[in-house]
């Protein structure tokens, strides 16, 4: 499984800031260390352009973040300093996740170790989010002929107001948002499914919820590419979280969420989203263990009478056209 880290480019932030900043280089160590992914497994991923950015984000927006004309107002919604490494970073941030939206056609699953950055609108970011990866993502995946009809499973614990506005109305994207309902965003957006959760709701509770709107999104959507925001932040030790998820009940999360792609032979791009508790070594494991399912279910397996082997997907019963490499995503 191919895996797209961004850590080398650090954005920098002023000391005691909230973002847990150090998790991406953590989780790519472990991950290295665990035997999970070995280095011919990683990649860094391109910048995003300005053509991909503008096929979700207005002109004048993606001009202003590059050209650091962002005002004192913008800056503090975001949550961020403006800085050359900041924009570098959510560049590559949103190339890791159309690494692994295009990736996934040929391998069924891949990974970007960063991204989940929902709250970003056409115009404004906000959350810590400056521009939209997982919209982004969908959209080259589209220009680029690797998927037709995306659907945005959305298990950070707070909603994805921002890809929920971005896709209003737009038929070819379904938002699935599985969240904290009295969480932020305070203003929540209307997604094509909300799954609304109260405080302190556990892992047998999660999970109904979330099995019951994965069925009821296939129902309605016919998919050809899942984009999974995995967010660490619905544990029961999270700063922000207000849910009772367990570690147990995460990984449960993750394998309900891949092994449904894999059961209906959708390629799915996994990305990292949210995670804020205390102890930054148990938002690593947490994603740490999304990667490790994300791994073992495209691993290939052998067949012992044929000696055959097979991943997550087999060739022509992927359910994606090939993909146009000389297409433009302009």
Known sequence: ??????????????????????????????LQDDGILAPEDLRVPDAATDAQLER????????????GELTAAEQRRIGFPWTNAMVERSRRSVGGTIGASLRARDDGVSVNLAGGTHHAFADRGEGFCVFNDAAVGARVAQDRGAASRVMIVDCDVHQGNGTAHIFRDDPTVFTLSVHGARNYPFEKQASDLDVPLDDGCGDDDYLAALETGIGAAHATFDADLAIYLAGADPYEGDRYGRLRLTRDGLAARDRLVLEDCRARRIPVAVVMSGGYARDIDDIVAIHATTVRIAAQLAAPAVDTMSGRRSGMYDGDSVRTRPIEAEQTTS
């Not at 900043?21 to 160590?29: A, P």
């Not at 979700?56 to 050209?67: K, P, S």
């Open 1 to 30: 499984m191919i895996a797209f880290y961004c850590d080398e480019f650090v954005l920098p932030l002023p000391p005691g800031h909230r973002f847990p900043m150090s998790k991406y280089s953590r989780l790519r160590r472990r």
């Open 56 to 67: 979700v984000h207005t002109r004048d927006y993606v001009r202003r973040v590059a050209r």
